[in-house]
């Protein structure tokens, strides 16, 4: 199983970016998919998650201003982040948790970058 994640970049303060993360490979059953982020000399932290019945979840931090989706039939999930803010600024990392029919799995994208100037 692969994770191709795209859309990050650099934005000014106020600006919108969406990021996407493709899931390729043998998947078995696609349960969870969520965003994290990890500034420099910080821990990674969850910023979003979605359910397969599309329950959400954020952090307090962005609620209000990022919006995760998920289209289950491109395995596809994205990150919608309106009004950024410079502690916004991080490598965003997404993730998928699978069922493989025996146990569950956790699986990691590359991550891509996310700079917010003020």
């Not at 959400?56 to 982040?81: C, E, H, P, W």
């Not at 998928?96 to 990691?108: E, L, M, N, Q, V």
Request: aromatic letters at 10%.
């Amino acid at each position: 199983v692969q994770l191709q994640a795209s859309g990050g970049g650099f934005v000014q303060a106020g600006g919108s970016l969406r990021l996407s993360c493709s899931a390729s490979g043998n998947i078995l059953r696609m349960n969870s998919m969520s965003w994290y982020r990890q500034a420099p000399g910080n821990q990674r932290e969850l910023v979003a998650s979605i359910t397969r019945t599309s329950m959400t979840d954020y952090v307090d931090s962005v609620k209000g201003r990022f919006t995760i989706s998920r289209d289950t039939a491109k395995n596809t999930v994205y990150l919608q982040m309106n009004s950024l803010k410079p502690e916004d600024t991080g490598v965003y990392y997404c993730s998928i948790d699978t069922w493989t029919g025996a146990f569950s799995r956790k699986y990691w994208g590359q991550g891509t970058q996310v700079t917010v100037s003020s």
